[in-house]
């Protein structure tokens, strides 16, 4: 019987911070073609459905510098089947292969994208639209601006510096936060 094959995972956004899975190494790993952006409507972890919060996919164009995740061989199918629970909770990502750069050479990596034709695809926002959300959002994960701050710290903490992200960060950092809890008030939708 053959060795099961391991598993390479890129994360570009809280699977940097928070990969809930063990991994044999991590390493920088650059996607081209591909850019990190906050394009998609949070309406579980990061927000509610009357205020959607944004946080990040992966949408075409540019490139994206983010962490390859290497997983033991034997690890591999619990791992992805885990990850895809986290992941395609509402079907608004795509599971897809992807051709990596890396200082060890080319490597292939299962990632997730933004499927454009999902009711919660953002598009680009506005830089000003796109802070006063994250700043005012909150889901069952937590506040959304916590979740910019995380994967903004991180990166700078891994080399993989995102200055679109960390101005973001400082814009969304200058506006107070509400009360914990505030996306708990019924209501009609403030957007």
């Known amino acids: 019987m053959s060795k099961p094959q391991e ?14 899975f063990a991994f044999l190494e991590a390493f920088p790993g650059l996607l081209r073609g591909w850019h990190r952006s906050f394009c998609l409507y949070s309406t579980h972890y990061r ?5 959607p919060g944004l946080v990040l996919a992966l949408d075409r164009g540019g490139s994206c510098r983010g962490l390859v995740y290497r997983v033991a061989g034997e690890a591999a199918a619990e791992t992805l089947a885990a990850l895809r629970a ?3 909770v509402n079907d608004v990502y795509r599971e ?4 990596l750069a890396t200082a060890k050479g080319p490597v292939r990596a299962i990632t ?3 499927d454009r034709s999902h009711p919660q695809y ?6 000003a639209a796109q802070a006063a959300r994250i700043a005012g959002a909150e ?4 506040r959304n601006r916590d979740y910019l701050a995380a994967t903004a710290a991180a990166l700078r903490r891994l ?4 200055p679109a992200l960390d101005r973001l960060d400082a814009a969304v950092s200058a506006i107070p936060a509400p009360p914990l809890g505030d996306h708990m008030v019924q209501g009609e939708p403030d957007d």
């Open 7 to 20: 598993l390479h995972l890129f994360a570009y956004g809280s699977l940097v911070w928070r990969p809930d």
């Open 47 to 51: 927000g509610t459905p009357a205020r």
């Open 86 to 88: 986290r992941e395609l």
């Open 96 to 99: 897809r292969v992807v051709s």
């Open 112 to 114: 997730y994208i933004i």
């Open 122 to 127: 953002a598009g680009k926002l506005p830089f």
């Open 139 to 142: 889901g069952l994960a937590g």
């Open 159 to 162: 080399g993989l510096d995102d």
